[in-house]
């Protein structure tokens, strides 16, 4: 069993940063890569970035790629997803999941909310 908890939305002027993060927990969440999706209004859930615990694997979306990087701290459990030149595009509730593919997605996190103005 996994437990995630995300952290770190809010509201923020368009060009500006955020950082989300995760905070792991569960017997078995050091076998698991660590993704973040999001989820506009009206719309599907998208897949936007994955790491695994050591660091040596990320994969991103197209559409984050040179804007958005995603780290992790196995000291703290711990997976951010710095956010940085955001658009209104942008704009949408962020889940953090783990899981063994590439794009993670077995356990899932309650959600955090970003929303960006113009």
């Known amino acids: 069993q996994v437990q995630l908890v995300e952290q770190g939305g809010g509201l923020v002027q368009a060009g500006g940063s955020l950082r989300l993060s995760c905070a792991a927990s569960?017997?078995?969440?050091?076998?698991?890569?660590i993704g973040w999706f999001r989820q506009a209004p009206g719309k599907g859930r998208e897949f936007v970035a994955a790491?695994?615990?050591?660091?040596?694997?990320?994969h991103y979306a197209d559409s984050v790629k040179g804007r958005f990087t995603i780290s992790s701290d196995n000291a703290k459990n711990t997976v951010y997803l710095q956010m940085n030149s955001l658009t209104p595009e942008d704009t949408a509730a962020y889940y953090c999941?783990?899981?063994?593919?590439?794009?993670?997605?077995?356990?899932w996190g309650q959600g955090t909310q970003v929303t960006v103005s113009s």
């Open positions: 999941a783990a899981g063994t593919g590439l794009e993670p997605n077995e356990y």
């Open positions: 569960g017997r078995t969440f050091g076998r698991y890569r």
């Open positions: 790491i695994n615990w050591s660091g040596a694997f990320t």
